[in-house]
């Protein structure tokens, strides 16, 4: 930051216009080129100033230094996972907003404060302020657009949309890699989610060497995660281990965030042995961590509630339409469809056959909920063969055939 900078902030914190601060001492035009950085001035003229507005030059180059220190420190807390301290350093900033707000550090702030809303799991914040931060891109340094792209990343990679994460995480330069311990995880999760397993493992691998590297405890049980479950994705055999790995994992872990994940994917794992019942048990203490009424507890609201439904279990209306109210809460069309189309089952209602041919149907073809569609694919094929309609029987039975084939 510069002197003039400096100035303009000090100026405008004393509520002093230019012509009050310049007055016999500078013209009102060479004052604004002065905090503008757009001319060279004398010292005279800058001491007069600082004086006037009793500034302290060295004073306050060592409060921006420490802002900045403070900002870094800040990030660092939330890569490593330090919730209490991200608290912490979150209020000492506030304390400086008014200085951080005039100053050339609002981008860096603003960009932080949403991966600040990423980490607290506030999905709608990290939203909003990502889209009002994009207004500025055009201004934004390199270090700051791979950062942008970092945490849009992130928040796909929480919406559960790898396709847009992949977009958003490829776009970053690769001179940015140096500076992220964080970026080969985030990359393992959106592959995951893209069903690239190699890839997945691949910079999984990657994460775990960069977290034992930097002795990030945490870190190394989320980057182990990711790679059991690439196993998961494998045969029996793989799932089972990828289940015991989990529940060593469990075992070590402190933060509720992760407990909620491992035992969110100890759940998955289950289900993808068709042990429902054991799924549903998981899904259950996974949303004894989790934040009441955010999409990471809708995860498993969710996966807890189809598991009842694979398993041949009650699933009541009411608890349908509290996940249909979340999804609309937290703004997630995904959850909104998925609930939509349980409650039509649950009903027993013939408008869930027009629902899936019309929309549901192809939607989990297309963001390959597997199980979804089987489940419902099974259905629709049922509903035609009833109706006598063996060609949209065939047609059905044909596009799950395909996509199992994706």
């Known amino acids: 930051m510069n002197i003039g900078q400096i100035i303009k902030i000090k100026r405008k914190e004393l509520g002093l216009t230019q012509s009050e601060v310049c007055e016999g001492i500078c013209s009102v035009t060479h004052l604004s080129k002065i905090e503008n950085n757009t001319t060279n001035v004398a010292d005279d003229v800058i001491q007069l100033i600082c004086k006037r507005l009793n500034i302290n030059i060295e004073e306050e180059k060592k409060r921006i230094e420490n802002i900045e220190l403070i900002l870094n420190k800040f990030y660092e807390a939330m890569i490593f996972g330090k919730e209490e301290m991200v608290d912490e350093i979150r209020d000492k900033l506030e304390e400086e907003y008014y200085y951080i707000e005039n100053s ?18 506030d999905l709608n914040y990290a939203y909003k302020l990502g ?32 396709k847009k994460s992949l977009e958003f995480l490829s776009n970053i330069s690769r001179d940015y890699y140096h500076l992220s311990i964080e970026i080969d995880y985030h990359l393992s999760l959106a592959y995951s989610l893209n069903s690239s397993a190699l890839l997945s493992y691949y910079y999984g691998s990657k994460a775990l060497e960069h977290f034992h590297k930097h002795k990030l405890f945490n870190r190394i049980i989320d980057a182990e995660i990711v790679l059991c479950m690439q196993l998961a994705r494998g045969d029996k055999n793989e799932i089972l281990l ?13 933060s509720d965030f992760t407990k909620a994940i491992i035992l969110h994917n100890i759940g ?9 019942a054991e799924a549903i048990k998981y899904y259950d203490e996974a949303l004894k961590y989790k934040k009441r009424d955010t999409y ?18 009650i699933v009541t209306k009411l608890e349908a339409e509290r996940g249909l109210n979340i999804s609309r809460k937290v703004n997630s069309k995904k959850y909104e469809i998925l609930f939509q189309t349980m409650l ?18 192809d939607y989990f073809i297309n963001i390959k909920l597997e199980d979804h569609v089987d489940f419902y694919g099974k259905k ?15 047609y059905i039975a044909e596009k799950l055939i395909n996509a199992k084939k994706m």
Do not use: P
């Open 131 to 162: 889209k009002e931060l994009e207004h500025y891109r055009h201004k934004f340094s390199q270090i700051e657009n791979n950062l942008l792209n970092h945490f849009w990343g992130i928040y796909y990679i929480m919406t559960k949309d790898g």
């Open 104 to 121: 050339d550090l609002y981008i860096l702030y603003n960009l932080y404060l949403m991966r600040y809303y990423l980490f607290k799991e």
């Open 268 to 276: 998955f794992s289950f289900m993808k042995l068709k042990n429902y």
């Open 242 to 254: 990828s289940i015991s790995k989990l529940k060593e994992l469990l075992e070590f872990s402190s």
């Open 380 to 394: 629709l094929i049922d509903y035609y063969k009833s109706k006598n309609n063996l060609d949209k029987a065939l």
């Open 344 to 361: 039509l089952y649950i009903d027993n209602d013939g408008k869930l056959y027009h629902f899936l041919k019309s929309k549901a149907f």
């Open 296 to 313: 990471l507890y809708l995860t498993s609201y969710y996966a807890k509630l189809f598991s009842k439904i694979l398993n041949n279990d």
